[in-house]
C-alpha cells in the first residue's frame, strides 16, 4: 500500500524532471513564441500603448529576433521584469532574449553566466539639472541630492564619481524612471542621473523642457543590448547576428520599404547574402534563407526603429551620436555577411 | 455492583499483525506519523537535491562570502558608519537597523492613533465620530501599497523645496527658526557637545560616549528618584503623613543631567540653508516619514478597531460604577475602562506590530533603504547570490517577527487578568 | 372663607416660562452633541476646519477635470493652466486597468466569470439562497478556469474526473476500512490526474469540440490579475487551512510541530519575500528545466501564504466551539474523521467565515505587491501608463481611480463580514 504510493511520487517526480533544456531555438520554435523579457515601461524602450501592444526601441529589437526564427513579428510574448528579476528570469528560461537596456559589464558576463548578444545602444550615465540652479558643470554638484534609480549600474558610477572628485552627495533612491522623474521635478532632489537617452526622454516630456539642461559630463560608459543564457552558442549567434542584419541593412540602404525589392535580387553581393538570393548564411545559423530579410521587413533597419522609437519624429528627439554608423562617425559597425 | 462490570483486557501476548498498524488506534498514529516523517524528509530531500543540481548547472557555488566584498553603493540614511567602500554584510546591518527604527517609530504612531482614533469613535460628538468612521474605513479598505506612494508623493509635492527658503521673497520659512520642513525631509536641531570624550569602540558599532554618559546618568537618577518615591510611599503607609519629597525628587531627577550636559558643554546644532540642501541638525528624511506615516496611519485605523472592540467588551457597568464615584468620563476612561479593555486589545496589537514589521519591506516603494532594499534588492541585485540572500533576509525578518511576538506574549501573560 | 396668605406668599401661578436660551432646539442639540466640553468643542471645530479645508482643496481640482484628451499635454491646453485633474487617462486606460492585456474581444469571458463567481458564492455567504446552488459552486471553479484561461472545456472536466474516480473508490473500498479506502482512492485520483488529462481531453475534444481561444495568463493585468490571485489563493488556500489546522490541534507530536513550524514560518516572513521566492528561488527548487508560468508560480506561493493565515482562523473557530461537542460526537460514536466532517467543521467554519473574509481582504489588498516582481497589477501598470510618452507625468488621477476601486471591493466585503459577525452574535445568545 505504502509502495505503491512511493511509486506514484516518484512517477511524478520523474515526469516533472523529464522535461530536460532542449536548444533554445527549437524550443522557441515549438512554442512558436519568443519570449522577451522587457521593462514594465520605460519610455521610448519598451511600454505598453493603449491597445496593449508593446512598443519602442527594446521591443523593437525583439520583434526582429522573432520575425527572424519565426517568421511573424508579432509572435512575441513580453515578459515586464523588473532590475531586480531580470537576470533570474533568463536564468530560469522564462525569457529566451533579454532586451531592457541593461548595461554590459565585466562581472555580468562572467560570474552572472550571461552572453551579451552584442551592443544595440551606447549610452552614458549624464546630470540633469535645472538651468536655475545656475550649474554648469558636474563638478559643482557638491552636497547636491542626486535622484538615482536603485539596483542599477548607475548608481555604484554615481557613487564613484563623487569618490573620485572628493565630493558629497545625497542620494535619493528611486524605484523606477517615472518615479525619479517626478521627485526631480517637484525638487526633492537637485540632479537626477541616468543613462542619457532616459535623461533625454524626461526632459522632452517636461512641460517647458528649456528650463533643464543636461550637463555636458558622461561619467559612464553603457553599452546596451540584448542578452542570453551562457552556453547556447547557437541562440546566441542568432540573437547576434539579428542585430548585425539591422546594422548592415542601415549600411547597405535597405530599409522597411525596399527590402522585398531587394531580395528579389540586386547587383550588390553582399545585399544579396544578406538577403538570402546568394550563399546560405541561414542555414549556417539554423534559419532559413530569408531570416534577414524578415528581420528588417519587421521594423526597418537600424536607423529607421531607432527613428520611430527615439529619433527626431518621437517627443523622446534624441540625437544618433555614438549610435550613429561607423561610417558617419558612430560606433555602430555590422561584422562581414561572409 | 460497580465492580461487577469487568473491562475487556486487551492481551498482553496478543500476536501482533501487521494489519494493526492501520486498525489499532494505539498503533495508528505512529504509523500515520512515521509515514509523515518519510514524506517530509524525501520532500526535503528531493528539493536539496534540485537545488544542488540546478545550482552546478548554472556553475554557481553556495556561500555567503558576498557579504565580505565591497558594496559599492551609497545608502543615505545610516545610523552607524558606512561608506561605499565597505561591505555588503555592513550594508545589510545598515538596512536592518534602518528596518527596526521604522518598525519602532511606526508601531508606536500607530499606536497612539488607533487608540485616540478607537476612543474618538466611540465620543458622543457626533461630528468627530463620523470623521474617525471615515478615516477608518478609507484606510482599512485601500492597499498599504497605494497608501506608501501617496504619503511619498505628498511629502514631495505639498512641500517647499529647500529653493523656496532662499533668498529676499523666501517662499517658505523655518519653524522658530529651528526646523525646516522641506520637501527633502525634515530638517530638526541637533544635540552637539563642544567637548567630545571619543568614542566606544565595540567592533561592529562606536557609540559616542556623550550619548552613553548623558543615558546612564539619566537612568541613575530616575532609579534614584524612584527610591526616594517609594521611600516616602512606606512612610506614608506607616504613619499615614506623606513626607513632602516633590523638591528633592525634582532636584534628584534635574540636576545631575543637566550638570552633565553642561560640562560637555551641550548645545543645538540648527540646520542652515548652505549650497543646494540644509546642513547640519538631523535630517529625517522623506522616504522615512513617508513610510512612517503610511504605516502608522493605516495600521492606526486597524488599531483603532481592535480598541473600539475592546472598549464596547466592558460591560456598562464598569462606566456606571465610575460614574457612580463622581469620575469625571475622561477619568473613566483612563483609570477604569482602558486599563480593563487592554487586556482584549494587546493581543490583537502584537499581531499588527507584527504586521507593521512585516510591512517595512515595502520601503523600496519610496526609496528607503531598508533590509529589503539593500540585502534583499541592490545586494541580490549586484552579486547574484538570489538564494543565499533570501534565505538569509527570510531568517531575519523570521527572527525579528519571533522577538516581537515573544516580547509582547510575555507582556500579555504580566497584563492578563489573575483568575482565581 | 377669606384668604388669609401672608403677604410673602404668592397667590397665583405663575405661568410657564420659556426655557433658557442654551437648552432648548438648535442650541441645546449643538451644545449637548458638540460642545459639551472644551475638549469636544475643540474637536468639533478643529475637525471642521479640517474637513473644510480638505473639501477647498480638492473639489476645485475634482471638478474641474477634463475626460476628453488623448495626452497629458492636451489636457494641460484645454485647463489652460488652471487646476484640474485629467481624467482622460482612465478615459484611455480604463480596460488596460481592469483587464491588463486580455484580448479586448474576449472581455465578456472575465465579466461573465466574476458574475458567475458571484451567483456560486450566494449560497455560502447569504443563508436565504437555496441550498441547490451549492451544486453549481462546486463546478464554478472548473468553469471559471474556463473562461479565463480559455483552452478546451474537456480539461476540468477531466479534472473533475479524479474526483469522481476517487470517490467511488472510496466507496468501493468502503469495507477496508477508512485508512486504506482514503489511500487508495487518493492514490487512483493523482495517478488519474497525472495519466488522463491529455489523453482523454484530446479524444473528448475531437468527439465534441468545446473550445475558447486560449488567453496565457500573461495577458491578464490590472484588477482581474488581483481578483484571479485572491480569490484562488483563498480558495485554495481553504482546504489546506483546515489540514493545517487540525494538524496544528493534533496529538501527534510529529505532525503538530510541522503544522506549528510551517504557520510561524510564513506568518513570521513578509509576504514580498515570498513573492521573490516565486519569482528568483522556485527554479533552483524544481528539476532543473522546469519552468512554468510566473502567476501560476505566485498563485502557488500566495496559498502558502493565505494558508497559514487561513489555519489560524479556523483554529479561531476550532476553538470557540465548546468542549461537549467534541464529546458528544465522540459519545455518538464518530470516529474522528466523521466527528469532524459531521460535527465540528461545520460549525467551526460558520463561526469562521468573518475572518476567512477578513483574510480575503487582506490577500485582495496584499495582491498589488506583485508589481514588486513585475507583474502587472493595477499599480504596475499605472507605472507603465506614465512611461507612455502621452501619459508621462499623470499621478493623482491613476491613484485615485485604483484606490477607489479597490476601496468599492473590500469596504463591500468588510460591511458583509460585520454584518455576519452581528447575526453570527445573535446565534449565540
Known amino acids: 500500500m505504502k509502495k505503491s504510493l512511493f511509486l506514484v511520487t516518484l512517477g511524478a517526480v520523474a515526469l516533472l524532471s523529464a522535461t530536460a533544456i532542449a536548444g533554445t531555438l527549437d524550443e522557441v520554435k ?150 525619479g522623474e517626478r521627485q526631480y521635478q517637484a525638487g526633492a532632489c537637485d540632479v537626477y542621473t541616468s543613462d542619457g537617452s532616459n535623461l533625454a526622454s524626461v526632459r522632452a516630456s517636461f512641460p517647458n523642457p528649456s528650463d533643464h539642461v543636461l550637463l555636458p559630463e558622461i561619467i559612464s560608459k553603457e553599452p546596451l543590448g540584448p542578452i542570453v543564457r ?26 522597411k520599404a525596399n527590402v522585398d525589392q531587394l531580395a528579389d535580387g540586386s547587383d550588390n553581393p553582399e545585399i544579396n547574402r544578406l538577403l538570402g538570393k546568394e550563399g546560405d548564411l541561414g542555414k549556417m545559423l539554423g534559419l532559413d534563407a530569408e531570416w534577414a530579410r524578415r528581420a528588417i521587413a519587421a521594423g526597418g533597419n537600424y536607423g529607421e526603429i531607432f527613428a520611430t522609437n527615439l529619433g527626431d519624429q518621437t517627443p523622446i528627439r534624441l540625437e544618433r551620436g555614438l549610435n550613429a554608423l561607423w561610417t558617419k562617425g558612430g560606433l555602430m559597425y555590422a561584422q562581414p555577411f561572409r | 455492583m460497580a465492580n461487577a462490570i469487568t473491562f475487556p483486557t486487551l492481551e498482553p501476548h496478543q ?149 523656496a527658503f532662499k533668498g529676499e521673497n523666501a517662499t517658505a520659512g523655518m519653524i522658530l527658526g529651528a526646523v525646516a520642513i522641506t520637501n527633502r525631509g525634515v530638517f530638526i536641531p541637533e544635540p552637539l557637545f563642544t567637548r567630545d570624550l571619543g568614542t566606544l569602540n565595540l567592533g561592529i558599532v562606536e557609540p559616542s560616549l556623550n550619548a552613553i554618559a548623558v543615558l546612564v546618568v539619566v537612568i541613575a537618577c530616575v532609579l534614584i528618584s524612584r527610591v526616594l518615591v517609594r521611600h516616602a510611599n512606606r512612610v506614608q503607609s506607616q504613619t499615614g503623613v506623606r513626607p513632602v519629597i516633590w523638591w528633592k525628587t525634582m532636584t534628584v531627577l534635574a540636576a545631575p543631567p543637566l550638570l552633565l550636559l553642561w560640562a560637555l558643554g551641550f548645545h543645538l546644532g540648527y540646520p542652515e540653508l548652505r549650497g543646494f540642501n540644509f546642513q547640519g541638525g538631523f535630517q529625517l528624511r522623506n522616504a522615512l516619514i513617508a513610510m512612517w506615516l503610511g504605516l502608522g496611519i493605516y495600521t492606526g485605523a486597524f488599531i483603532a478597531e481592535n480598541v473600539r472592540a475592546g472598549i464596547l467588551a466592558i460591560s456598562k457597568g464598569q462606566t456606571e460604577a465610575a460614574h457612580a464615584l463622581g469620575l469625571r468620563p475622561g477619568k473613566t476612561m ?19 506590530y507584527l504586521n507593521i514589521t512585516k510591512n517595512t519591506s515595502l520601503g523600496l516603494a519610496v526609496g528607503y533603504m531598508d533590509l529589503r532594499s539593500t540585502l534583499g534588492g541592490i545586494t541580490i541585485n549586484q552579486t547574484g547570490r538570489e538564494l543565499e540572500g533570501m534565505l538569509l533576509l527570510m531568517l531575519i525578518y523570521l527572527s525579528l517577527s519571533l522577538i516581537i511576538s515573544g516580547s509582547m506574549n510575555a507582556y500579555n501573560a504580566r497584563v492578563g487578568l489573575k483568575e482565581r | 372663607m377669606t384668604e388669609r396668605n401672608p403677604a410673602f406668599v404668592r397667590g397665583e401661578m405663575l405661568p410657564a416660562r420659556e426655557p433658557p436660551a442654551g437648552q432648548t432646539g438648535l442650541l441645546k442639540l449643538l451644545r449637548e452633541n458638540f460642545f459639551k466640553d472644551w475638549l469636544s468643542a475643540l474637536l468639533t471645530v478643529m475637525s471642521l476646519i479640517v474637513s473644510v479645508w480638505f473639501v477647498c482643496s480638492v473639489f476645485p481640482w475634482l471638478f474641474d477635470s477634463v475626460w476628453n484628451a488623448n495626452s497629458l499635454s492636451e489636457c494641460r491646453q484645454i485647463l489652460a493652466g488652471a487646476e484640474g485633474a485629467c481624467f482622460a487617462v482612465i478615459r484611455d486606460r480604463w480596460t488596460q486597468l481592469l483587464f491588463g492585456f486580455y484580448p479586448p474581444e474576449q472581455y465578456w469571458r472575465p465579466v461573465l466569470a466574476f458574475a458567475l463567481m458571484i451567483v456560486a458564492l450566494a449560497p455560502i455567504l447569504f443563508p ?98 488581483s481578483i484571479v490571485i485572491g480569490v484562488t489563493g483563498i480558495s485554495l488556500s481553504l482546504p489546506l487551512g483546515i489540514v493545517l489546522a487540525l494538524g496544528r490541534r493534533s496529538k501527534m507530536p510529529l505532525v503538530k510541530t510541522i503544522s506549528v513550524v510551517f504557520i510561524e514560518f510564513i506568518r513570521g516572513v513578509p509576504l514580498i519575500t515570498l513573492l521573490f521566492t516565486a519569482s528568483l528561488l522556485l527554479n533552483y527548487f524544481l528539476p532543473p528545466g522546469t519552468t512554468f508560468d510566473l502567476i501560476l508560480r505566485v498563485i502557488i506561493m500566495v496559498t502558502l501564504f493565505a494558508t497559514a493565515y487561513m489555519a489560524e482562523v479556523i483554529r479561531g473557530g476550532l476553538a470557540a466551539l465548546p468542549r461537549g461537542q467534541y464529546e458528544a460526537a465522540e459519545a455518538l460514536g464518530l470516529d474522528y474523521w466523521k466527528a469532524q466532517r459531521l460535527v465540528i467543521m461545520p460549525q467551526a467554519l460558520k463561526i469562521s467565515i468573518p475572518g476567512i473574509v477578513n483574510s480575503f481582504i487582506g490577500l485582495f489588498k496584499d495582491t498589488t505587491l506583485v508589481v514588486f516582481i513585475g507583474l502587472l497589477d493595477p499599480i504596475a501598470l499605472s507605472n507603465s501608463i506614465r512611461a507612455t510618452a502621452d501619459w508621462q507625468g499623470i499621478y493623482w488621477e491613476l491613484f485615485i481611480f485604483i484606490g477607489a476601486l479597490f476601496f468599492v471591493f473590500c469596504f463591500g466585503m468588510s460591511r458583509y463580514s460585520m454584518h455576519l459577525e452581528r447575526r453570527l452574535k445573535t446565534d449565540h445568545r
Open chain 2, 334 to 352: 483612563r483609570l477604569v475602562i482602558l486599563p480593563q479593555a487592554l487586556r482584549v486589545i494587546v493581543p490583537p496589537l502584537i499581531s499588527q
Open chain 3, 128 to 225: 436565504p439562497v437555496p441550498r441547490g446552488l451549492l451544486r453549481f459552486s462546486v463546478v464554478f471553479p472548473g468553469l471559471a478556469y474556463w473562461l479565463i484561461w480559455g483552452g478546451t472545456l474537456w480539461l476540468p472536466v477531466v479534472v473533475y474526473g479524479g474526483f469522481a474516480v476517487g470517490a467511488v473508490l472510496l466507496r468501493m473500498t468502503g469495507r477496508l476500512g477508512a485508512g486504506p479506502g482514503a489511500g487508495l482512492a487518493i492514490v487512483s485520483a493523482l495517478t488519474w490526474w497525472f495519466v488522463a488529462p491529455g489523453p482523454v481531453t484530446t479524444v473528448l475534444e475531437q468527439l465534441l469540440p468545446l473550445s475558447l481561444a486560449p488567453v496565457a495568463s500573461r495577458e491578464m493585468g490590472g484588477f482581474l490579475l
Open chain 1, 30 to 179: 515549438s512554442r512558436g513564441k519568443l519570449n522577451c523579457g522587457v521593462s514594465s515601461g520605460t519610455a521610448g524602450f519598451s511600454a505598453p500603448d493603449a491597445k496593449g501592444v508593446w512598443q519602442g526601441f527594446d521591443v523593437a529589437f525583439c520583434r526582429a529576433v522573432a520575425a527572424a526564427v519565426l517568421g511573424d513579428p508579432m509572435k512575441v510574448e513580453f515578459v515586464p521584469t523588473t532590475g531586480q528579476t531580470r537576470f533570474t528570469a533568463l536564468a530560469s528560461g522564462e525569457i529566451d532574449v533579454l532586451s531592457r537596456a541593461t548595461t554590459w559589464t565585466f562581472s555580468r558576463d562572467t560570474d552572472l553566466k550571461l552572453t551579451f548578444a552584442g551592443t544595440n545602444f551606447y549610452d552614458g550615465q549624464v546630470f540633469l539639472v535645472k538651468k536655475e540652479l545656475g550649474v554648469s558643470s558636474a563638478k559643482d554638484l557638491n552636497g547636491a541630492t542626486v535622484c538615482i534609480q536603485s539596483g542599477t549600474t548607475t548608481e555604484l558610477n554615481l557613487a564613484e564619481y563623487f569618490r573620485i572628485n572628493k565630493m558629497t552627495y545625497e542620494p535619493v533612491p528611486v524605484d523606477s524612471s517615472a518615479e
Open chain 2, 15 to 163: 500476536a501482533f499483525r501487521l494489519s494493526m498498524l492501520l486498525n489499532d488506534g494505539r498503533y495508528r498514529s505512529y504509523t500515520i506519523q512515521i509515514f509523515v516523517l518519510m514524506c517530509l524528509m524525501l520532500g526535503i530531500a528531493w528539493l536539496v537535491d534540485n537545488t544542488i543540481r540546478n545550482l552546478a548547472l548554472l556553475g554557481k557555488d553556495f556561500s555567503f562570502s558576498f557579504l565580505w566584498s565591497t558594496a559599492g553603493y551609497d545608502i543615505n540614511q545610516r545610523l552607524i558608519e558606512y561608506d561605499t567602500q565597505m561591505t555588503h554584510g555592513r550594508a545589510a546591518l545598515v538596512g536592518l537597523l534602518n528596518t527596526v527604527v521604522l518598525a519602532v517609530l511606526s508601531c508606536a504612531l500607530a499606536t497612539i492613533i488607533g487608540v485616540v482614533a478607537g476612543v474618538l469613535r466611540l465620543s458622543g460628538n457626533p461630528i468627530v465620530a463620523r470623521l474617525t468612521v471615515v478615516y477608518v474605513e478609507v484606510f482599512r479598505n485601500i492597499p498599504l501599497l497605494l497608501w506608501i506612494l501617496v504619503f511619498g508623493a505628498i511629502m514631495s509635492e505639498a512641500v517647499p523645496a529647500p529653493n
Open chain 1, 230 to 255: 551562457q552556453g547556447d552558442e547557437q541562440w546566441a549567434d542568432i540573437v547576434h547576428w539579428t542585430e548585425s542584419a539591422l546594422f548592415a541593412a542601415e549600411e547597405l540602404g535597405v530599409t
